[in-house]
């Protein structure tokens, strides 16, 4: 028999009372808000700022994304087991899976193989609601613009024309990209251009990923932008009163997610947000939760860290006031091959000269660390395909920046495998004097935060703007919203705007094709390329291969 798939050993594992996980970190089980035998909400009461000083904070990055893939959230995870192993109080912190990729290309987001939180389905499923509730909150803001704009007698004066908001839904569908609604007559409201977005992608999940508490959530809702009246003026959520019954729905989903791990060590799950298109960090809530119970938090910043990284620590630690104290790049051999130039089906076929070739997008990664004033240590997440000549390169051209390149072998081993990275994470924590500088100061102008972002973390030589992009700035810029800080949305794949340009590439110039701006989020979107905010299905997606059978065994789901 061959290794077995992570479903089947998320099948196998020992899960333990929600309760007794809970009691590891000091929560009453009266406290607890349970959701069956092995899942449970946090009350907001939990944190404590204090603590939240004290704790040291984990963040896990990556290299740019390839096909062969990276593996973060299954090493965020065995790094959690493996401090855990070595003595520490540790808790890891992640984002919920969205279903979208879970039926589509990418698969679910529970780590794998022997690094999984479980339960593993219900995560990858429905869960807790969270991303339901999120959904109805976007949606019913939806329902509330179209009734004004149908009702004469309440009429904010809305331009149908002007509305940037759009309905949500957590599957992955093209066809709803871009539809017309309101046909069949006047008693069906009014006939307009829409289009839904992928639950991740809608800002109300950015806001529930921002908010420090759930005051701070209701003020965010209301300070959505909708779009403009006939004269010209701004209409937010708060002047169609949809703030606060959106909020209602979001009483329970704004309260952090507890699970555990394979190891039967405490993990919270909380939020969702894209990291290519949003923040792609999960909630400062749970963060904060994670940092007032343990020790240690392990948390993961979305996709490669020319935009998961920068983002948490540009938008994420800015709103929490937070800083890491250490930071772990993800890299694998594979990949490094696939940056090298090693074609499709050559990623696990040994090639010394790919990965040296390969070495200088981690190279850029690393240089960029040290630029935010953090000192990384590389993961070198372990497959049976690398070879021993191709680690020690990786671990001698790290050396030579200065910078310890680790294996981790949290697949087939767990937290043991991890215990040579924890250790060396506790040493970087708490000896390298790891302190974030940020980049760029909110005072300068939008154009000068893109313009640092593309030379600093991507190498870009300098920033073209559409004549499109020129006009929506001064229109953000008009709305007072010149002193946020940028999130940038552009390909995973590469550190430039073109997912072709593999490895480390130079000389080129990135264009902004259009902006959007989040103003109850609280960012500026600047969009690097053709960004979709609703996926589409691949040929043969995932669900093709999922079933179940009369007895609720499921198979096929990953």
């Known amino acids: ?154 009429s904010l004066n809305i331009d149908p024309k002007t509305i940037v908001w759009k309905r949500v839904m957590d599957m992955n569908d093209r066809s709803l990209r871009q539809i017309v609604i309101g046909l069949g007559g006047a008693g069906n409201g009014v006939t307009r251009e829409e289009g839904f977005n992928i639950t991740p992608a809608s800002e109300v999940m950015a806001i529930l990923c921002l908010s420090k508490n759930f005051e701070d959530l209701k003020t965010r809702l209301g300070n959505i932008f909708v779009g403009y009246t006939f004269d010209k003026r701004p209409v937010y959520a708060r002047d169609l009163k949809a703030h606060g019954a959106m909020a209602i729905l979001l009483k329970d989903a704004v309260k952090p997610n507890l699970v555990q791990t394979l190891e039967g060590n405490p993990a919270i799950l909380h939020g969702g947000p894209f990291a290519n298109i949003a923040q792609g960090t999960n909630t400062i809530i749970a963060t904060k939760m994670g940092l007032s119970l343990g020790d240690y938090v392990v948390t993961e910043a979305g996709f490669g860290a020319d935009l998961g990284a920068e983002k948490f620590l540009h938008i994420k630690c800015h709103y929490a006031g937070l800083k890491p104290d250490a930071y772990v790049i993800v890299a694998t051999v594979r990949a490094l091959r696939y940056h090298g130039g090693a074609q499709k089906g050559a990623y696990e076929t040994p090639n010394l000269l790919a990965v040296e070739k390969g070495m200088a997008n981690l190279e850029k990664h690393i240089e960029n660390a040290f630029k935010l004033g953090l000192k990384p240590i590389v993961a070198l997440n372990h497959f049976a395909t690398d070879s021993e000549e191709e680690i020690a390169l990786v671990e001698k051209e790290c050396a030579k920046l200065g910078v310890k390149a680790i294996l981790a072998d949290e697949f087939t081993q767990g937290g043991e495998g991890m215990k040579a990275l924890a250790a060396e994470v506790v040493r970087s924590a708490e000896q390298d004097g790891n302190d974030f500088r940020p980049l760029y100061d909110l005072a300068e102008t939008i154009e000068q935060k893109i313009e640092t972002i593309a030379r600093e973390i991507y190498g870009a030589q300098g920033v073209n703007y559409s004549q499109k992009a020129k006009t929506q700035l001064k229109t953000i810029y008009n709305l007072g919203m010149g002193e946020l800080p940028v999130c940038m949305a552009k390909t995973q794949k590469s550190l430039s705007d073109d997912e072709k340009k593999i490895g480390r590439p130079e000389g080129f110039v990135v264009t902004v094709r259009e902006f959007e701006f989040a103003a109850g989020a609280g960012f500026v979107i600047p969009i690097l390329g053709d960004m979709m905010r609703m996926p589409g299905l691949p040929s043969v997606p995932a669900a093709e291969g999922m079933d179940i059978d009369s007895e609720g065994h499921i198979t096929g789901l990953s």
Request: net charge neutral; glycine share 12%; charged share 25%.
């Open 1 to 154: 028999m061959g290794f077995p798939t992570d479903l089947e050993i998320a099948q196998q594992a020992d899960l333990r009372p929600i309760r007794e996980i809970a009691e590891k970190l000091g929560i009453a089980s009266d406290d607890l808000e349970n959701y069956g035998k092995y899942k449970a909400k946090i009350p907001l009461e939990y944190i404590d700022e204090e603590k939240v000083k004290k704790a040291k904070l984990v963040l896990v990055s990556a290299i740019n994304p390839t096909p062969a893939g990276e593996g973060k959230t299954t090493v965020s995870v065995g790094l959690g087991d493996g401090l855990n192993k070595i003595g520490k109080k540790a808790v890891v912190v992640l984002r919920e899976p969205s279903l979208g990729p879970v039926f589509g290309i990418k698969g679910g987001a529970a780590g794998g193989g022997y690094a999984q939180v479980i339960p593993m389905v219900d995560i990858n499923l429905h869960f807790t609601g969270d991303f339901s509730a999120v959904e109805k909150a976007n949606n019913l803001l939806s329902a509330l613009i179209d009734n004004n704009l149908q009702n004469k007698k309440h």
